[in-house]
């Protein structure tokens, strides 16, 4: 009835399920982040000039929404990357029987941090570059109406 305390219990469906829900939700996150860059890129959401002038001079902007679209959409990629990698080295230490020791999420901590850097930095430009004072407001909101 002894039982050896330095035998380790082999991996059992449990273990692979739980590696595969992880993965799934890092993907997911990826995906989130790609998509939301793709949006601030393509529309312009930290643009500080309406969309009309833009089509009416047929120049393209390349402002703060394009680089904080690309940094959004190049973490998505990079959080997919890393997951995969992170997901077969996992599953593949399950299959030998080795057990990781469970510490803090590396990858979880990074995207993390640079999201707070990057919304750190989205919120410095809306409230200090896209502060109006309201007498400029209004002429921008008096140029984009239509004339009566």
């Not at 050896?4 to 995906?31: H, Q, S, V």
């Not at 940094?71 to 593949?92: D, E, P």
Request: hydrophobic fraction near 50%; include cysteine.
């Amino acid at each position: 009835m002894d039982t050896l305390i330095n035998e380790k219990p082999a991996a059992d469906l449990r273990d692979y399920l739980a590696e595969e829900r992880t993965f799934l939700a890092w993907i997911r996150t990826g995906i989130a982040l790609t998509g939301f860059g793709l949006v601030v890129a393509q529309f312009q959401l930290l643009a500080d000039e309406p969309r009309v002038i833009e089509h009416a001079s047929g120049t393209h902007p390349h402002g703060p929404s394009l680089w904080f679209g690309t940094a959004l959409v190049t973490i998505g990629v990079a959080v997919n990357l890393f997951s995969a990698c992170r997901y077969t080295r996992l599953v593949g230490e399950l299959s030998r029987g080795q057990f990781v020791h469970r510490s803090v999420s590396k990858q979880g901590v990074f995207v993390a941090l640079f999201l707070v850097l990057l919304g750190t930095a989205m919120t410095i430009y809306l409230v200090l570059g896209l502060g109006l004072r309201p007498d400029v407001l209004h002429a921008q909101s008096a140029i984009c109406s239509p004339a009566s």
